[in-house]
């Protein structure tokens, strides 16, 4: 079993920036790999990236360029920098750690880019 906290979300304003943080209960080592989607109002879930335990990432083509993922094992976190943030940008934004056969996922932080 496995708890993920997400935390960071809020109001920024178009062009600013957001760092996200996702923490698990336990060793991240452990997870084939993490990462965050997010869900827009009246949208379904979409995946806005992934960090392997390799280090390696992939990104949703929509922020690419703009969002950075990245891991502190000692603290048993994921972050997630968001630059250049746009309208489109805001959902409700949802870390999850995948291993052989279980998913788990966090309660989900909002961020809303608004003027």
């Known amino acids: 079993q496995a708890h993920l906290v997400e935390s960071g979300g809020g109001l920024v304003q178009p062009g600013g920036s957001l760092r996200l943080s996702c923490n698990a209960s336990r060793s991240i080592f452990s997870f084939l790999v993490m990462g965050w989607y997010r869900q827009a109002p009246g949208k379904e879930r979409e995946m806005a990236g992934d960090i392997y335990t390799d280090g390696s990432t992939t990104y949703a083509d929509s922020v690419k360029g703009r969002f950075t993922i990245s891991r502190d094992n000692a603290k048993n976190t994921v972050y997630l920098q968001m630059n250049g943030l746009k309208p489109d940008d805001t959902a409700v934004y949802y870390c999850?750690?995948?291993?052989?056969?279980?998913?788990?996922w966090g309660q989900g932080t909002q961020v809303t880019v608004s003027s």
């Open positions: 999850y750690a995948r291993e052989i056969r279980e998913v788990y």
